[in-house]
């Protein structure tokens, strides 16, 4: 498995709308992602702040996506 790319929560969830995650709720500086089908999660977005790899491998599992998944979104 390859590096993961330097990306910011407000990336993530631009890249993560592109196949069907709406922001449902914010807390704070939390986001919560849905999809219709029920996969959820929660992002952090820290202003310029990049998230990092465990949070990011976290948030991979939650929405079922591959790191090349996200690659190909970016």
Known sequence: MGQFPSITGNELIKALSRVGFVVVRIKGSHHRIEHADGRKTTIPVHG?????RGILLKILRDVELTRDDLLGLL
């Open 48 to 52: 310029k702040e990049t998230l990092g």
